[in-house]
T-cell receptor, first 114, second 113 residues
């Protein structure tokens, strides 16, 4: 069955700390991977995406993610977080077909202490 | 930058009433989706729509739900007889024909009393 797992439910960090949020997926066939962010009171925004090619992808606001096929993982990283990164982060996947639905992980709430 | 828009932003309704949630996808997009997020839970797929018909629907999308593209710009989700458990944030998304990224609207928060 297709699924996306995020093991960290709530992460609390201080400003300038490094961040890594875990994401594992279970998907048959070719998979496209995404990280979306939802700031408080706002809608889902795309942070970054991986379709093919370089497994290290860079997104907006200094975020990056690494696709490791052997581990079925797509972890999100940021070397130094800011208070404004406080948000809910969702890992997501779609299959490689034209109308593919997105399968979301359960989300990780990130709280940054000023 | 083009955006997906949704109306209303909030809706409160009585159990058993019909609601229609409206979405205006990005203008040149051809794939449309509805998702929902019950408070505290993950975002769940409801339905995808292409070429004026449903491409795929989830188990959640039962006979109480329907989607329509009544004109060239709107994409609607109708819940015929709302239940308490339909209370959720409903997100519309759209995608262009040559890309894999879905763009989400700001959501409609539906509260069924």
């Amino acid at each position: 069955a297709q699924s996306v797992s995020q093991h960290n439910h709530h992460v609390i960090l201080s400003e300038a700390a490094s961040l890594e949020l875990g994401c594992n997926y279970s998907y048959g066939g070719t998979v496209n991977l995404f990280w979306y962010v939802q700031y408080p009171g706002q809608h889902l925004q795309l942070l970054l995406k991986y379709f093919s090619g370089d497994p290290l992808v860079k997104g907006i606001k200094g975020f990056e993610a690494e696709f490791i096929k052997s581990k079925f993982s797509f972890n999100l990283r940021k070397p130094s977080v800011q208070w404004s990164d406080t948000a809910e982060y969702f890992c997501a996947a779609t299959g490689y077909s034209s109308a593919s639905k997105i399968i979301f992980g359960s989300g990780t709430r990130l709280s940054i202490r000023p | 930058e083009p955006e997906v828009t949704q109306t209303p932003s909030h809706q409160v309704t009585q159990m058993g009433q019909e609601v229609i949630l409206r979405c205006v996808p990005i203008s040149n997009h051809l794939y449309f989706y509805w998702y929902r997020q019950i408070l505290g839970q993950k975002v769940e797929f409801l339905v995808s729509f292409y070429n004026n018909e449903i491409s795929e629907k989830s188990e959640i999308f039962d006979d109480q739900f329907s989607v329509e593209r009544p004109d060239g710009s709107n994409f609607t989700l109708k819940i015929r007889s709302t239940k308490l458990e339909d209370s959720a944030m409903y997100f519309c998304a759209s995608r262009g024909i040559l890309e894999e990224t879905q763009y989400f609207g700001p959501g409609t928060r539906l509260l069924v009393l």
